[in-house]
């Protein structure tokens, strides 16, 4: 059996009461639950939940919409890739915000780059991640100053998406190359090789990398068989000859 969707193991009980609540649709406890998502980022836990209920607060109250909090939940939302917890997201926000704006006609104060700007780079890293394009989603995240700053309050996130991303390759392969899996975790020498045998434990073999056996990664032959009788053959023939009506 599956986690449900709504579960979250590290969710306090005043947040789980809020949204088993009609309190839940109440503007007032948008408060809380902003401030439960800078828990979050401070702690390293995730409620998928909470923040797509947050994101619905906002929708109906614009007005108390907060351009850092729904950033950091774009954020947080892709250190749980490939989960499609960032397109959720994304389809919470209002239609302007998905729209790229013309720097042009916008000239938003100093390091304060509009919400649209910020969901649209996210989005370049989002489909990056979507595409397994690893060593080009940490080539990215370099390439611009506004990356640093969209990320500065989620603590941990290149180690979180590190994680996610090992995860994902353990899904797949049970060899890889060394120098592509440096690419991909953004990692060499020494930090390579402990992140590898003590966070992964996977081993190390000259040039490449070993990946022990999993249920995901396990080649498995598969045999498909159909039981059709007899009868249901000759009922399909008659019916074939059966003139209409």
Known sequence: MGVPFDYSPDRP????NILNG?????PETTGVFQDYVSQQCEERTYDSYANLALLK???????????ETITNILVKALTVFPAPDFSLCLHLLPP?????????????AAGDAPLSEAVQKLNILSNHLSSASYA??????DSDDLYADLIADVSGFEELMRIRIAVTVSQCVREIERNVLESWL?????EFEKFVKEVCGW???GKSVRVPLNKEN?????VVRENVKFDQFSRMVKRAYEQPA
């Open 13 to 16: 009980e005043h947040i789980d």
């Open 22 to 26: 009609l309190d839940r649709y109440n």
């Open 57 to 67: 607060l906002y929708q109906f109250n614009p007005h108390l919409a907060r351009d």
């Open 96 to 108: 302007h915000v998905l729209t790229p704006v013309s720097t042009a006609n916008l000239s938003p």
């Open 136 to 141: 080009s989603f940490w080539s990215t995240l």
């Open 186 to 190: 953004r990692l060499s020498g020494q």
């Open 203 to 205: 081993e190390i073999s």
């Open 218 to 222: 396990e080649a498995k032959g598969t």
